[in-house]
Nanobody, 126 residues
């Protein structure tokens, strides 16, 4: 059974930090890219970061570039999203998802994520 379990969300003040984890199981981790998405109330889902652990490539949306860092621990089949300098506009439900590796990472994030986990709430207070 494929599982993607996101955790690490919570309530933090503006300027603070959180680290999200995405634990994957049920598929060959190295064959997939893992992406982080978020959705705020009344807004469309936004793909914010993605990592291909097989080739070491990463993607960041402009909205998080320079503040968020994605990393992967292949031994644990886990991807992390370190979020620093958080802003109230980062408040959202954060989801991780997996899509096949070997394609342009943005295309996979947009069209090709096969597996989705349940989200974790991040709330940033001002």
């Amino acid at each position: 059974e494929v599982q993607l379990q996101a955790s690490g969300g919570g309530l933090v003040q503006a300027g603070g930090s959180l680290r999200l984890s995405c634990a994957a199981s049920g598929f060959t981790f190295d064959d997939y890219v893992i992406g982080w998405f978020r959705q705020a109330p009344g807004k469309e889902r936004e793909g914010i970061s993605c990592i291909s652990s097989s080739v070491g490539s990463t993607y960041y949306a402009d909205s998080v570039k320079g503040r968020f860092t994605i990393s992967s621990d292949n031994a644990k089949n886990t991807v992390y999203l370190q979020m620093n300098s958080l802003k109230p506009e980062d408040t959202a439900v954060y989801y991780c998802a997996a899509g096949p590796d070997g394609y342009p990472i943005i295309a996979t994030m947009t069209y090709g994520m096969h597996y989705w986990g349940k989200g974790t709430q991040v709330t940033v207070s001002s």
